[in-house]
């Protein structure tokens, strides 16, 4: 069965991200502030988040030993430009690695050890920045690879037991129609469209997170794939992976979520089937049966 072959393949994609999290396990960067926006939400205009975006109050830590490369503080004379992460600090693990923290407010973040040890407190969640709500920003960048990497790979599991919610399933044809294919019982024989609007409450409750990986087949056979490992920074675009790297424009689709590929309905019996997953390797999954003119 296909839901068996790709749960299968979500299994083994937890299991390296538990392999490289157990030989190298990042903290998370607070223990008080909640995760409000997560790495590959889209923030508006099919412009994901390449970061974690925490509200509250509390104290930033490292999340892992490194060098301290930058620290930018705003009661510095060079430092009261404008910038949309107000003070913020980056930390060199090896091996081109890099953490950022931004929108802190911290007067000791000019006082930080060329060391950081793992845990070492950073600076105080603010509203500095582009930011008018307390909390703070949390990325990491490989500059090796030129891509920015999804934080959860990193990080330890979360113990969230709570699949992902798969909010909607549309289909659009050449003319632009749309449908519902959780709805739908028979469609025309053509070529549609996929879309997926997904959503991860586990962490907060109210607050729509962005999944790990969405997966797509028909008939049995995979179509389309978004994953959300790392986001891509190359020749001034944003790339993400969706059966090969692609332009984010062309996955990032507003309210209609994902754009996971184009499907070739032919007539007869078919079957659609949509596979979420987040970084905890919880699935939640929808089957669409339809009868093909």
Known sequence: MEWLRMAARGAAVVAAMTCVAAAWAMDRPSSDAVLAGNFGVDSG??????????????????VETGEALFS?????????????????????????????????????????PPVMEKGAMVGSAGATGWSWEMGFYYSLFDRKERRWVNPAVMERRRNDEIAPVIQSVTLRDAQGRMVDATQAQGILQGRRTVFVSVADYAETGE?????????????GHEVGAVALEALSARDGKMWIYRNGLVPVKQVYAGALGFELGEVVFVRGQAELEVLVQDADGNVQRVECHFTVE
């Open 45 to 62: 205009g099919g412009d994901p988040r390449v970061g974690d975006v925490y509200e509250g109050g509390g104290v930033v830590r490292a």
């Open 72 to 112: 930018r503080n705003m009661s510095e004379r060079a430092s009261r430009l404008p910038s949309p992460l107000g003070e913020w600090t980056a930390i060199d693990h090896g091996d081109g690695l890099i953490s950022l923290y931004g929108r802190l407010e911290g007067r000791q973040m000019s006082r930080l």
């Open 207 to 219: 607050a729509a997170l962005a999944p790990f990986r969405v997966v797509c087949s028909l008939n």
